[in-house]
Structure formats: C-alpha cells, structure tokens
C-alpha cells in the first residue's frame, strides 16, 4: 500500500467498527404482513385506508429479541442495525411525536426497548437505521417515491405539507433515538435522491435539514458512526447490494470506512413468494470478498409479522455460524492484504497472519506468490493441522501441499504466519 493512501479520517468512532467486520441488519415494519417487499405500499400504490390494516393487527406475538440476538451472535455477528423506522413511516418505538407507532397497534409495547436490551445482553453493538423518507407523514410532500404520486394533483396534495415540519419532527424522533435508549453506536439514515418526476423535485440535504439532523445526533452520541446517505459524507460509505471489488474511495480518491448491504434474497422486509435466496456458501464468499477489500458487511434479516425468523433466515445464519466458528480468525481484525492473490483465492490479513481463503480447492498443491521470504508456518485454520510447503527463492513462491480430499468446511482457509 502507498504511504499515502491513508484511510480518511472522520469524526465518528470508527475502530470497533473496521475491527468487528461483520454485522446483522434488521428490516422490521407493517410490511412484514403484507410479505411482498417493504416497499409494497408504494410499489402497488396501496391507500392509506387499506395500508391502515396492517395498523390495525400488527401483533408479533412470537417476537422474542433474545432469539434473534442469539441467531446473530452464533452467526459471528458483532453487531446490529435495526430499522426504527422504514419508508412507510411506522415507528417501532415509543414516540411523542405521532401515534403512527407500535404503542398504538394491538401489541402496544415499544419493540426497540427490547431489542436493544436482548443484543446488548449478547454483548453486540446497537445502531438504528432511521428513513428520510415517509410516505405516512402529514407533511412529508410528493415525490417520484411516495404512493400518492400518480393519483394526486401535487400543488393540492403539498398545499398543507411542510418540509420544514417535517424535518423537525425527524429531529424530535432522532433526539428519543439517541437519549431513550443508551448508548448508540450507529445512525444509519436512509436516503436522499435528485430525480425529478412530473415535475416533483428530489429530495435531499436541505429537505432534510441533514445538517443540524447531524448535529444533533453528533451532540447526543459523540463516538456515533453515521452514514452518509443524508446527502452529507459522514463516516460511513454504504454500497448497496453491489460487491465492491475493491477498497471504496470517495470522490477524491482517497480510501473510506465502508460496509456493503447485502440481503438473503431480493427483499429487505420479509418476503413469503420471493425464491432468490442466495446459498450460504455465495454470502460466506461476499464476507471473505468484503474484509479482503477492507470492508465490513451487514447481511440482513426480514423477520416474520409473528415475530420470529424464517427457516430459511435461520438455517442460513446457521451455516455461517459453523463456518465462522472455525474462521472468525481470518475475519475479525482483519483487512486487505499487502499481497496480491491469485483469481481462485482471496487474502486477508491481520498483521504478521495472512490469510488464504482457498475458493476452488486445487487437486494437491497451491502455489503462492509473494510473501515467500517470509513465510514461517501455515496450517489450516478450521482444525490448525499443519500444512507443509515448499519455497522457490529465485520466484518468490510457495508451494503448500494440501490434502486431497478438500476439509470438510465451506470455503477452507490456510493460516500463514509471517516472520
Ligand atoms: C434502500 C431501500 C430500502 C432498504 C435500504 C437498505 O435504499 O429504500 O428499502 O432499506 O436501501 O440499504
């Protein structure tokens, strides 16, 4: 790495973070009921009085957050992005400020109060994911997002709205985020756009007020992470549902804390009918993609109306869970490698402990470049059962020489120790 390509430096607390890696996000809302992706209410351009239903028998009777922060935990999970509230504006906790929150639905107790407690208790870090957007708010105006857009006259339906209202509102509720529930250590706000659609403008930093929205959140929760998607880099570059193949870098070329969303299937909220899920060994390799390129991950989860994880949520943080048992090694604390890897293998790197992830497992022998000189030990990481090498000075280049039955583990990691 040059000298200077220094990680950009900015105010929010950033080293739990880039060390922790690997991070479960939560899309929990009234959608969850309807079951057809959380952005239902605005894709099928369902009324508010139909939408209201959900309202009315929003009841997860089997919620039970403790579960949930175990699933997370034994997955690897270090910590835990919840949405407190999503595009629909319904408010998964206690609030003064609208009665559109779980206080006012049957189940009637705040759902965050809990979560936060349940993950803490597991020892993971808490953020919030908070929408810009709010397709519920008396004042939140038309835009190409909002289910009102092709069906209302936009001078009519804005007359009475006011942004600047509404921005405020934003402010209150973030001020009970970050002062009702301890210590946050991430605000992950969600997000801002320049399109126009007949004639109805974008929205971004200065709808939200995303400066003093900012300051506020910096002034309450001082080591706080903060995304960027407020229209105002922060700390956090968020790429979403893409891989980047290499390390983020804003604007200016210089190289940022970043951490890639990724979902299970083609949907953030729960969705019963949508069959893309991706397979556990494809996530395990995004993670080993993501720290391999300096990044962290957030994989997410869409918990059932009822409360409770799917089987296929579960089953998939299960099969990471055993490999992260035997591999967390290479993923926690660990980044991008000074060494260039071969097509079939992907390093990380902990100081002196280089990690190859082996993705097409070769018949006998693999060959690495590089780091010859000084090389000390290697052994395979699930099981730390040697693995002997041989070195060619003259090309840099080691042979280790693995077993021909490939280890019974997803993606097989050989641990080299550097002199
Ligand atoms: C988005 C979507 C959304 C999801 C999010 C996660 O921009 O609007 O539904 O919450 O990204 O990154």
Same mark, same amino acid.
């Given at each position: 790495?040059?000298?200077?390509?220094?990680?950009?430096?900015?105010?929010?607390?950033?080293?739990?973070?880039?060390?922790?890696?690997?991070?479960?996000?939560?899309?929990?809302?009234?959608?969850?009921?309807?079951?057809?992706?959380?952005?239902?209410?605005?894709?099928?351009?369902?009324?508010?009085?139909?939408?209201?239903?959900?309202?009315?028998?929003?009841?997860?009777?089997?919620?039970?957050?403790?579960?949930?922060?175990?699933?997370?935990?034994?997955?690897?999970?270090?910590?835990?992005?919840?949405?407190?509230?999503?595009?629909?504006?319904?408010?998964?906790?206690?609030?003064?400020?609208?009665?559109?929150?779980?206080?006012?639905?049957?189940?009637?107790?705040?759902?965050?109060?809990?979560?936060?407690?349940?993950?803490?208790?597991?020892?993971?870090?808490?953020?919030?994911?908070?929408?810009?957007?709010?397709?519920?708010?008396?004042?939140?105006?038309?835009?190409?997002?909002?289910?009102?857009?092709?069906?209302?006259?936009?001078?009519?339906?804005?007359?009475?709205?006011?942004?600047?209202?509404?921005?405020?509102?934003?402010?209150?509720?973030?001020?009970? !985020? =970050?002062? &009702?529930? @301890?210590?946050?250590?991430?605000?992950? *706000? %969600?997000?801002?756009?320049?399109?126009?659609?007949?004639?109805?403008?974008?929205?971004?930093?200065?709808?939200?007020?995303?400066?003093?929205?900012?300051?506020?959140?910096?002034?309450?929760?001082?080591?706080?992470?903060?995304?960027?998607?407020?229209?105002?880099?922060?700390?956090?570059?968020?790429?979403?549902?893409?891989?980047?193949?290499?390390?983020?870098?804003?604007?200016?070329?210089?190289?940022?804390?970043?951490?890639?969303?990724?979902?299970?299937?083609?949907?953030?909220?729960?969705?019963?009918?949508?069959?893309?899920?991706?397979?556990?060994?494809?996530?395990?390799?995004?993670?080993?993609?993501?720290?391999?390129?300096?990044?962290? !991950? =957030?994989? &997410?989860? @869409?918990?059932?109306?009822?409360?409770? *994880? %799917?089987?296929?949520?579960?089953?998939?943080?299960?099969?990471?869970?055993?490999?992260?048992?035997?591999?967390?090694?290479?993923?926690?604390?660990?980044?991008?490698?000074?060494?260039?890897?071969?097509?079939?293998?992907?390093?990380?790197?902990?100081?002196?402990?280089?990690?190859?992830?082996?993705?097409?497992?070769?018949?006998?022998?693999?060959?690495?470049?590089?780091?010859?000189?000084?090389?000390?030990?290697?052994?395979?990481?699930?099981?730390?059962?040697?693995?002997?090498?041989?070195?060619?000075?003259?090309?840099?280049?080691?042979?280790?020489?693995?077993?021909?039955?490939?280890?019974?583990?997803?993606?097989?990691?050989?641990?080299?120790? =550097?002199?």
């Amino acid at each position: 790495m040059p000298e200077n390509d220094a990680i950009r430096q900015t105010p929010g607390n950033t080293e739990w973070f880039t060390h922790d890696r690997f991070g479960m996000f939560i899309h929990w809302g009234l959608y969850a009921m309807p079951a057809r992706h959380e952005w239902v209410k605005t894709n099928e351009q369902i009324s508010e009085e139909k939408y209201d239903k959900y309202f009315k028998y929003f009841n997860p009777d089997l919620y039970d957050p403790r579960e949930w922060a175990r699933y997370a935990k034994e997955a690897g999970m270090k910590y835990v992005v919840l949405t407190a509230r999503h595009h629909e504006g319904f408010c998964l906790f206690d609030t003064k400020y609208t009665d559109y929150s779980v206080m006012h639905t049957p189940y009637g107790k705040d759902l965050v109060r809990e979560f936060v407690d349940a993950f803490r208790a597991e020892g993971l870090h808490i953020g919030f994911y908070y929408s810009l957007l709010d397709w519920h708010h008396p004042d939140y105006t038309l835009d190409r997002f909002h289910p009102r857009r092709d069906t209302e006259d936009i001078d009519e339906f804005n007359e009475l709205r006011s942004m600047k209202k509404y921005a405020e509102y934003m402010r209150n509720q973030v001020t009970e !985020l =970050l002062t &009702n529930y @301890g210590k946050i250590d991430i605000m992950w *706000f %969600d997000f801002s756009f320049r399109d126009e659609y007949r004639g109805m403008k974008g929205k971004g930093r200065d709808d939200w007020e995303a400066e003093k929205l900012i300051a506020i959140v910096r002034k309450l929760q001082p080591d706080i992470i903060i995304d960027n998607r407020a229209d105002i880099e922060q700390d956090l570059w968020t790429p979403e549902q893409v891989q980047p193949t290499e390390w983020v870098r804003d604007d200016n070329g210089r190289r940022v804390v970043w951490e890639a969303c990724q979902t299970f299937s083609g949907s953030w909220g729960y969705h019963r009918d949508e069959q893309t899920w991706k397979s556990p060994e494809l996530l395990i390799r995004m993670l080993i993609n993501t720290v391999s390129c300096g990044g962290n !991950l =957030l994989l &997410n989860v @869409g918990p059932t109306s009822r409360g409770y *994880f %799917d089987s296929r949520a579960v089953n998939t943080l299960t099969e990471i869970g055993r490999w992260m048992k035997y591999h967390a090694r290479s993923i926690y604390g660990c980044t991008q490698a000074d060494y260039e890897a071969p097509g079939d293998v992907r390093y990380t790197q902990n100081g002196r402990r280089l990690y190859a992830h082996i993705f097409a497992y070769p018949f006998r022998t693999l060959v690495l470049k590089g780091f010859a000189d000084r090389i000390d030990y290697a052994q395979f990481l699930h099981d730390g059962s040697e693995i002997l090498y041989d070195i060619d000075e003259k090309e840099n280049a080691v042979t280790f020489h693995l077993p021909v039955i490939k280890p019974d583990v997803t993606v097989p990691v050989i641990e080299i120790m =550097l002199k």
